[in-house]
């Protein structure tokens, strides 16, 4: 029978499947930072148990470290015992630990990729719901709570119920300047923010074939803001291209016998979706959301929306709510809305080629005045690329401070905090109500078009000159 790339992963990881149960699945990577894994780790404690596979389990620090300072002492109390715990938990029961100190160290979404801990026809999973993210690689991977980080540390597998299948394909190919941001929240704007709930996505099409490892990884990092419970792109050879000679990547022998497998790895002609999303690429504009959640984007030559020209009343009203919360006019130009933060960074787009997109515009620029703008690698491994690339020089010239690696401004759980009134350009994932700080006011964008609200202050539209 046909299947999709879904179908055939879940397939090969059902461990037992009992007529009226949710099947139990095999994992075969777990992620784990600092916030949703002490408890975890005390159950396994208190229950007195071992880790089942320790060696399939990697462990980092990101949500609430410091991008200031590599020290403990940088850390306030809570953040410090997290991190202590963390440490400890990790030499109690063998895990691999990307500390604050290691090189590798980063953003659980950034750091797993990079070293080929994500491979092509994995189960993955992190207690964190952007783990999504590796699906990039046609991994089957999702977030999970605290009780199953537990479970998952214990046995190795996980109770799941099999979801349903949604299919978007963005046909043809992007006008340039188009990047991987843009295509996900336009289609993000198109389905909604709960267009994909219950449902694994697999994207495809020419212009997901056509996107690097980085903006499949941007695309699928942002599945769980439309609803879904994962997103998925078939493996191919911009894959095994990233992933040869990572450090967790097979070898030898090992890496044809699983370029082999990976080639399998992608639906069946003749598979069925129990939804179909098409999109046409060359419609796609730089997008930027204007209001409260994800959904709530349009391009950049688009206005504000009206609540009167919403369709029922329950949209009326969420556009009402949000434009009071963000403090726009319904009509107003997205190219006239100011900004006076930004943030570059977060497992959406943190990664080398982001950082990259970003330098053009800052080069030869200054951050505009009353804009304080911040650069945030995903891991010591893409900083260290960074600056060897010389992109660091290019904004600190320009007056963008340039951070160590963590989550910092994505999430308002360590230092890097907006204020109320605030309002960011920012290359996140997330725009709801004190995302990045009680009151404040968070606008999603590409890194392209966050430096580019840098340097003149409000957004702009980055196919013409400014
Ligand atoms: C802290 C963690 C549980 C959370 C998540 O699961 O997504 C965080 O990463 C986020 O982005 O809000
Ligand atoms: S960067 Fe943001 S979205 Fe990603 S894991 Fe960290 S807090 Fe969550």
Request: hydrophobic share 40%; proline share 3%.
């Amino acid at each position: 029978m046909a299947k999709t790339l879904y179908e055939k992963v879940w397939d090969q990881h059902v461990v037992v499947a009992t007529e009226g149960e949710a099947p139990i699945i095999y994992v075969d990577r777990h992620l784990v930072h600092e916030v949703t894994s002490p408890q975890a780790f005390s159950g396994l404690q208190v229950a007195g148990r071992n880790m089942h596979a320790a060696e399939k389990t990697f462990a980092t620090m990101d949500h609430n470290t410091s991008t200031t300072s590599a020290s403990l002492d940088a850390l306030s109390p809570m953040a410090k015992t997290q991190v202590q715990t963390l440490e400890r938990n990790c030499k109690d029961f063998g895990v691999r630990l990307y500390d604050i100190h290691h090189k590798n160290q980063g953003i659980v979404h950034v750091m797993g990729p990079e070293l080929g801990i994500t491979l092509p026809g994995t189960v993955i999973v992190c207690g964190d719901s952007h783990t999504a993210t590796h699906g990039a690689f046609g991994a089957l991977a999702f977030g999970i709570g605290t009780s199953e980080v537990e479970h998952v540390m214990a046995t190795q597998t996980l109770r799941q119920l099999k979801a349903k299948t949604m299919k978007i394909e963005v046909r043809g190919h992007v006008a340039p300047g188009i990047t991987a941001k843009d295509i996900v929240l336009a289609i993000i704007g198109h389905i909604g923010m709960d267009g994909g709930t219950g449902y694994v996505v697999e994207f495809c099409g020419e212009a997901i074939e056509a996107l690097s490892m980085e903006g499949r990884m941007t695309v699928c990092n942002m599945a769980i803001e439309m609803g879904a419970k994962a997103g998925m792109i078939a493996p191919d050879a911009t894959t095994a291209a990233y992933l040869k000679g990572r450090e967790f990547a097979p070898k030898g022998e090992q890496w044809e016998q699983a370029i082999a497998a990976w080639s399998e790895l992608k639906t069946d002609a003749g598979a069925t979706f129990d939804a179909t999303v098409v999109l046409d690429a060359s419609d796609i504009a730089p997008q930027l959301t204007w209001g409260t959640n994800p959904g709530q984007v349009v391009a950049i030559d688009q206005l504000v929306p009206n609540p009167a020209d919403a369709t029922n009343s329950t949209v009326r009203t969420s556009i009402e709510n949000a434009l009071k919360y963000v403090d726009l006019s319904a009509g107003t130009s997205m190219t006239d809305v100011g900004i006076n933060k930004v943030f570059i960074g977060s497992c959406t787009n943190s990664r080398i080629e982001d950082l990259r997109a970003a330098a053009v515009h800052a080069k030869g620029r200054k951050v505009a005045q009353g804009v304080k703008a911040i650069v945030v690698p995903g891991s010591g491994l893409v900083k260290e690329q960074a600056e060897a690339e010389g992109l660091d020089k290019i904004f600190l010239d320009a007056g963008f401070e340039w951070r160590l690696p963590g989550c910092s401004m994505c999430l308002a759980m360590n230092d890097d905090k907006l204020e109320a009134g605030d309002r960011c350009a920012s290359t996140s994932n997330r725009n709801f109500e004190g995302r990045q700080g009680r009151g404040s006011r968070t606008h999603l964008v590409s890194p392209a078009m966050a430096a580019a609200a840098a340097v003149a202050g409000h957004f702009v539209d980055i196919r013409k000159p400014y």
